[in-house]
Nanobody, 119 residues
Framework: QVQLVESGGGLVQPGGSLRVSCAAS????????MSWVRQAPGNEREWVAQ???????NYADALRGRCTISRDNAKNTVNLQIDSLKPEDTAVYYC?????????????WGQGTQVTVSS
């Protein structure tokens, strides 16, 4: 059974930094792309970043240069570090994976972790 559990959210002042983490289980973690997606109040979910294998990464334009995604395949974790936080980064941050099961691709999301940027 695939499980994704996020942690590390909280209240941060503008200009600060925060690292959120996702612990994954129930699938062959190192074989899959892992992504972070966020959803601000009243908005649709917005893709933030993706890590492919161990090194290749992609970022949304809104966070490029302020954001680093990383993974530890030995611990089945994926992390997202955001620097120079802005109030518009306030959102629930979700870990996401698409897993192949019985010939189909299924989307999995964690429960999310709230990040609030405010003074």
């Amino acid at each position: 059974q695939v499980q994704l559990v996020e942690s590390g959210g909280g209240l941060v002042q503008p200009g600060g930094s925060l690292r959120v983490s996702c612990a994954a289980s129930g699938f062959s973690f190192s074989s899959y792309y892992m992504s972070w997606v966020r959803q601000a109040p009243g908005n649709e979910r917005e893709w933030v970043a993706q890590i492919i294998g161990g090194e290749s990464t992609n970022y949304a334009d809104a966070l490029r240069g302020r954001c680093t995604i990383s993974r530890d395949n030995a611990k089945n974790t994926v992390n997202l570090q955001i620097d120079s936080l802005k109030p518009e980064d306030t959102a629930v941050y979700y870990c996401h994976v698409v897993v192949a099961e019985n010939g189909h691709y299924k989307h999995y999301w964690g429960q999310g972790t709230q990040v609030t940027v405010s003074s």
